[in-house]
């Protein structure tokens, strides 16, 4: 249920996010919307009794967490997106299932299941696919795309780092923390670079906000997290290859995005990729009692 609700949100942001950095600066859209998230998260979590006490010692991880799994992503993704349609935004971020599975490899020492190395090529199969018509449009814009694949790429290996924490803080406090850092840095930024654009956001721009306020930062990003540090990495990363394909068709119905026939054949290879991973292997299922 988490994961379906993760996918909508996450899917249906991508041209909501798009439309908002259109008419307003980006890194102060992100910002504005973390402010506006941060009381939701906070009520969230003391309406669950977590406590919020990281140890000092602590602290140093905690801060690496958040450069990877949200200062790096944030920043970079925000500010690709102004150039790109949001359907090849979506798609290129969505990558980060293919680099997390590489990262598990080269770093951690992770072996992949048969099952697992087909869910992994069925993903990246997928992303090529609905890559096949926008490699044109993307020439003329380099940076964004290699800022989206940085991101995607930086954000896999906080997912495998997260998975792997020896913090014994609870998975949402931390959450918390990360997102108390990352505001910070994103107003920091979009007060260096941004200042001079500031101005009161339309009622649109607003709607944008308060979406991403409760729905991303509120709920999408604390349940990622959560998610991330309680699954396998290669289940947490593929079991979102939706969010790519619904992110994909709402901007062809929002923004007018044409789809081709790759778009369609693509989602199949990421129910594939999804399936891989979160449907229960054959011994499993034989062990359970009837």
């Given amino acids: 249920m988490l994961l379906a609700l993760l996918t909508l949100v996450w899917g249906l942001n991508w041209p909501i996010m798009k439309f908002g950095v259109t008419h307003f600066p980006p890194l102060s859209f992100r910002a504005l919307s973390m402010w506006l998230g941060l009381p939701v998260l906070y009520l969230a979590v003391r309406a669950m009794r977590i406590p919020l006490v990281i140890e000092r010692r602590q602290w140093p991880e905690l801060a690496q967490l958040t450069f990877t799994n949200m200062i790096v992503w944030h920043v970079l993704a925000i500010v690709s997106v102004q150039a790109l349609s949001s359907g090849r935004a979506a798609i290129l971020g969505y990558t980060m299932p293919v680099f997390s599975a590489l990262w598990g490899v080269a770093l951690f020492g992770q072996r992949l299941s048969g099952r697992q190395l087909a869910g992994v090529a069925a993903a990246a199969l997928g992303v090529a696919l609905l890559l096949w018509h926008e490699l044109g449009h993307m020439a003329g814009k380099p940076w964004a795309a290699l800022g989206m694949l940085v991101s995607a790429a930086v954000w896999a290996l906080g997912t495998q780092q997260l998975r792997r924490t020896t913090m014994t803080a609870p998975t949402l406090a931390i959450v918390f923390w990360m997102t108390v850092i990352t505001t910070l840095?994103?107003?920091?930024?979009?007060?260096?670079?941004?200042?001079?654009?500031?101005?009161?956001?339309?009622?649109?721009?607003?709607?944008?906000?308060?979406?991403?306020?409760?729905?991303?930062?509120?709920?999408?990003?604390?349940?990622?997290?959560?998610?991330a540090r309680a699954l396998p990495p290669v289940a947490s990363t593929l079991s979102v290859m939706l969010i790519p394909v619904l992110g994909t068709l709402s901007g062809a119905w929002w923004l007018n995005e044409q789809l081709h026939w790759q778009d369609f054949a693509a989602i199949v290879l990421m129910l594939a990729a999804i399936a891989s991973v979160l449907l229960p292997a054959r011994a499993a299922r034989d062990a359970q009692p009837s």
């Avoid at 107003?187 to 979406?211: D, N, Y």
């Fill in 185 to 227: 840095v994103m107003t920091l930024l979009a007060a260096i670079t941004e200042s001079p654009r500031w101005q009161m956001p339309s009622p649109g721009v607003w709607a944008t906000i308060v979406f991403n306020a409760v729905l991303i930062f509120g709920f999408a990003q604390p349940v990622w997290l959560y998610l």
